[in-house]
């Protein structure tokens, strides 16, 4: 099964000029959880979760209408083609720690996005397993050793134990 065969072509997509209450418009107009932010050409120059939005704004005195997507995006992206194997881009997903993936074609345009939805909702078809699922999940899920949640339930179970 290829990225293509589960992957949402209906995407919406913003600029890094995008205000954040015009990004957040569109996700919540369109059930989206991602919106992939491209530049000029439309190759994408970073993405913004609904996740980040919210932090962000709940972390500045600024109206949403004043704080541009450009902010808050996530650069450094990880991406796979329609044509790659779905196994492939769980992969991918799993390493990342990512739950959805801009779709790109060879010449670096927005095709689509892949989310963990589109994958769970196939599984047990065309080779793709709820095993695969799962275990994507659990790597997306899993915490880094350094991370500050597991840094807080380090220190919280030295005082219970002291």
């Known amino acids: 099964m290829q990225v293509k065969d589960i992957m949402t072509t209906d995407v919406q997509v913003c600029s890094p000029d995008t205000n954040a209450a015009s990004a957040a418009e569109l996700?919540?107009?369109h059930d989206l959880?991602?919106?992939?932010?491209?530049?000029?050409?439309g190759r994408p120059v970073g993405v913004v979760t609904d996740r980040d939005l919210f932090i962000a704004l709940?972390?500045?005195?600024?109206?949403?209408?004043?704080?541009?997507v450009?902010?808050?995006m996530r650069t450094g992206l990880a991406l796979?083609?329609?044509?790659?194997?779905?196994h492939a881009a769980l992969n991918t997903?799993?390493?990342?720690?990512?739950?959805?993936?801009?779709?790109?074609?060879?010449?670096?345009?927005?095709k689509g996005v892949l989310s963990l939805?589109?994958?769970?909702?196939?599984?047990?078809?065309?080779?793709?397993?709820?095993?695969?699922?799962?275990r994507t999940m659990q790597a997306i899920?899993?915490?880094?050793?350094?991370?500050?949640a597991v840094q807080r339930a380090s220190r919280k179970a030295k005082s219970v134990a002291a």
Do not use: F, Y
């Not at 997903?93 to 927005?110: F, I, K, T, Y």
């Open 33 to 41: 959880g991602l919106l992939p932010v491209v530049g000029d050409g």
């Open 80 to 86: 796979c083609s329609p044509e790659e194997d779905i």
């Open 93 to 110: 997903m799993a390493q990342q720690q990512l739950h959805r993936l801009p779709v790109v074609d060879e010449s670096g345009a927005v």
């Open 117 to 134: 939805n589109d994958v769970a909702l196939r599984a047990g078809s065309n080779g793709l397993t709820r095993d695969d699922v799962a």
């Open 27 to 29: 996700m919540w107009t």
């Open 141 to 148: 899920c899993a915490h880094p050793a350094g991370s500050k």
């Open 58 to 68: 709940g972390t500045r005195n600024r109206p949403a209408s004043e704080v541009s």
């Open 70 to 72: 450009s902010e808050v």
